[in-house]
C-alpha cells in the first residue's frame, strides 16, 4: 500500500490529467488519495511544496529510466541511442518530463523554480544525465578520452531533445534513434 505521500503525489499526477494546476485544489487531492487537508500539509507544507514534489518526482522518474537505458547491451553509440530513444519517449509522454528538459511549462503544470532545493533546471538535468552517461561509458573498451565523451553525450541529448521540441510529422514514426546512433559513432569511433 502506498504511502500517505505517494497517495498525495499519485492523486496530485492524476488531478493534472482533467485540470490545470491553478485549478487543482488541495481539498480535492486529499480527499482523492484518502487522506486529510491537514496530512497533504504535514507532508508538503502546501500547494507550492506538493508541486515541487510532483516535478522532483518526474526528474527522479526520468534519470531512473536513463540508468536503464545506459545498462542495455552494447557500445556507446548504442548505449546512447538508447537514452536518446527514452528521453524523447518520456518528453511525449510525461508533460512534467517535457517541462523539465526543454524549460517549456505550459499553464496547466505547475512551473517555476524554488529557491529552495526545487526541481533541476533543464541545463542541470541535462548535465546530471551527461555526467552518468560519461560515468557509465568511460569505464568501456577501449578507453575513451573523458571530455570527447561528455561533448558526445550532450550531442546525443540535445539531438533527442530536438525530436521532443520539434516533432517529427503526425503520423510519421521516429525518436532519432538512427541518427543519433551514426552521430555518436561518427562524432569519436565510440560504437565499441
Known amino acids: 500500500m502506498p504511502t500517505a505521500r505517494e497517495a498525495l503525489l499519485d492523486a496530485a499526477r492524476a488531478a493534472l490529467t482533467t485540470r490545470p494546476w491553478p485549478a487543482v485544489r488541495m481539498v480535492d487531492v ?3 488519495a484518502g487522506v486529510s487537508r491537514q496530512t497533504l500539509h504535514n507532508e508538503f507544507g ?12 518526474a526528474a527522479d522518474a526520468y ?12 557500445g556507446t553509440g548504442d548505449k546512447l541511442a538508447a ?6 519517449r518520456a518528453t511525449r509522454t510525461d508533460d512534467l518530463v517535457r517541462g523539465l528538459l526543454t524549460g ?3 499553464d496547466r503544470l505547475p512551473a517555476g523554480r524554488p529557491a529552495d532545493a526545487g526541481p533541476p533546471t533543464p541545463a542541470e538535468l541535462l548535465g546530471q544525465v551527461r555526467d552518468r552517461a560519461v560515468a557509465v561509458l568511460d569505464g568501456g573498451c577501449p578507453p575513451h578520452d573523458p571530455a570527447a565523451l561528455a561533448v558526445t553525450c550532450e550531442l546525443a541529448l540535445r539531438l533527442a531533445l530536438s525530436y521532443a521540441l520539434v516533432p517529427q510529422q503526425p503520423g510519421a514514426a521516429g525518436d532519432g534513434v538512427p541518427l543519433v546512433h ?3 559513432e561518427r ?4 560504437a565499441g
Not at 63 to 74: H, P
Not at 83 to 88: E, F, G, L, R, S
Not at 187 to 190: K, M, V
Open 63 to 74: 534519470l531512473a529510466g536513463v540508468e536503464r537505458a545506459l545498462g542495455t547491451a552494447g
Open 187 to 190: 562524432a569519436g569511433d565510440f
Open 83 to 88: 537514452t536518446a530513444a527514452w528521453t524523447v
Open 30 to 32: 486529499a480527499a482523492a
Open 182 to 184: 551514426d552521430v555518436v
Open 46 to 57: 502546501g500547494k507550492d511544496g506538493l508541486a515541487r514534489a510532483l516535478v522532483r518526482r
Open 104 to 106: 517549456c511549462w505550459e
